[in-house]
């Protein structure tokens, strides 16, 4: 009777670790594109410089891709231009189609001509077309490749399959690398990225004009370099609450343009994946100004406790800044709390503040998702966390319930 409990008991442990185990290594499982063209050495100027460029993390992160490589004959080509390294780096970024391509698919496109989105064209820095390769099945068997801003002619042909997980990733050489004299142009390194020009090409223009006309700007522009979020909300919603903007303080029209930034760079994956208080460019040693970051598994929404406004595009998401349009603007509480709950008796303030204060709550940010492009943080990294937390938290059940089980076998003793 004991021995079949000890050796239930024993079996409980054995299981719980070995479901452990499973989920570590099971979640462990993202491509690895360093790792993937290690084993081709003619691809070792190509992989460096997706690794010096910091896109390599960019291109782990994605999912259903297609990266175009090219050989090392192909990237002297490319440095012979002497290209800063943002302008290298948009280039290698226009070989990253934003879709699965293997050879199969690349022979069979509907039509014989396919636009594909690329990563150039995810980095809101290209402009029209400039960010789509045109691909096109030719005659005898060819597949040729060309930036949609090339003005017609193939740049580039297929050459062979260096790697296929569909449909998570393939990786393809191309003859040459793809020209694209808009990518080529001297672009700005990351941390010259102009923020307000960025949010008026893209929705965000009154909130970028009240912002450029606001000390608040210069708090966004030292945040730039060291990581940075924001939420800017539409011209529609912006247009609208203008009138109220214009009746606060000199000090409030501050703070609520600075409510408008979180100080770390967090991905859209990243907020998805973390609820909870998030510290912004407003935020002081009181601990004031802080908003918190709700999501239900696919939309991301910003509740302040005024008002609670969703993201509804993805103006650039690219280390270290992401820009995410809302469709309100966000209403810190400290600014319209009183206007909007009308004849506060006096006793009520007071006492929402008072436990507030004692308890001394942590208003940290929520943990950021490491996305600095050094330890190669993702998404899934973010999930293989949590899931690893909740292993631990299910095995610490386990054990529980492995002392429990003994405990009865020696009352039975
Ligand atoms: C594709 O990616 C997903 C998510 O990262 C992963 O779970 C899956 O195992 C990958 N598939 C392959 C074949 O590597
Ligand atoms: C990817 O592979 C390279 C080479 O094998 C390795 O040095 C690097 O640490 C790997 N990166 C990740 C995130 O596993
Ligand atoms: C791609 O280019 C070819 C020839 O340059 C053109 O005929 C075709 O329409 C283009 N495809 C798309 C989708 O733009
Ligand atoms: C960004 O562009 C705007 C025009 O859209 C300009 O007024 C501003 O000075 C620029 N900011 C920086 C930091 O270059
Ligand atoms: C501006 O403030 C005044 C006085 O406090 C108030 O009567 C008015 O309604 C406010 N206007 C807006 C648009 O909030």
């Not at 390294?85 to 280039?91: A, D, F, L, S």
């Not at 496109?109 to 030719?138: H, K, P």
């Not at 090409?201 to 004009?209: L, Q, R």
């Not at 103006?315 to 709390?337: G, H, R, S, W």
Request: charged share 15%.
């Amino acid at each position: 009777m004991q021995l079949r409990q000890t050796a239930a008991a024993a079996a409980a442990v054995v299981l719980s670790l070995s479901f452990l185990l499973l989920l570590l290594t099971s979640t462990a499982k993202a491509h690895n594109i360093t790792h993937i063209l290690e084993k081709n050495p003619e691809f070792s100027t190509f992989s460096h410089y997706l690794t010096v460029t910091q896109l390599a993390p960019e291109i782990n992160r994605r999912e259903t891709i297609t990266v175009c490589a090219v050989d090392n004959a192909g990237m002297s080509d490319l440095l012979a231009k002497h290209l800063s390294i943002g302008g290298i780096r948009n280039v290698l970024s226009l070989h990253v189609l934003l879709d699965y391509f293997d050879a199969k698919k690349l022979h069979q496109i509907t039509d014989g001509t396919a636009l594909a989105a690329t990563m150039y064209q995810a980095t809101g820095e290209a402009t029209g077309s400039a960010g789509f390769v045109n691909i096109t099945d030719l005659k005898g068997g060819k597949v040729g490749f060309s930036p949609q801003d090339s003005g017609g002619g193939v740049s580039a042909t297929f050459v062979k399959t260096v790697e296929a997980i569909p449909y998570n990733i393939s990786v393809i050489q191309i003859s040459s690398i793809l020209p694209s004299p808009e990518a080529e142009a001297p672009a700005p390194g990351p941390s010259q990225t102009n923020i307000t020009a960025l949010m008026s090409a893209h929705g965000c223009k009154v909130f970028a004009e009240t912002l450029l006309a606001n000390p608040a700007e210069q708090t966004f522009e030292t945040n730039v370099e060291s990581g940075l979020t924001i939420f800017c909300p539409g011209d529609d919603a912006m247009k609208g609450f203008l009138p109220k903007f214009k009746n606060l303080t000199a000090d409030g029209k501050q703070s609520l343009l600075e409510f408008h930034g979180m100080p770390i760079y967090q991905t859209l994956q990243g907020l998805k994946s973390s609820n909870g208080l998030a510290n912004t460019l407003a935020t002081d040693g009181a601990r004031r100004y802080d908003f918190t970051v709700q999501n239900d598994g696919t939309e991301v929404t910003i509740v302040t406790g005024v008002a609670t406004a969703k993201i509804t595009n993805t103006l650039v998401e690219e280390t270290p800044v992401a820009i995410y349009q809302v469709n309100k603007v966000l209403m810190p509480k400290e600014l319209f709390k009183a206007a909007l709950t009308p004849t506060p008796a006096p006793a009520p303030a007071p006492e929402a503040d008072a436990p507030k204060s004692s308890k001394k709550k942590k208003h940290k940010s929520p943990p950021a998702p490491s996305d600095s492009p050094a330890d190669s943080p993702d998404a899934d990294a973010d999930v293989a966390d949590q899931t690893a937390n909740g292993a631990v938290r299910f095995n610490a059940g386990g054990f529980g319930a492995v002392i429990l089980c003994m405990w009865f076998a020696f009352l039975q003793l």
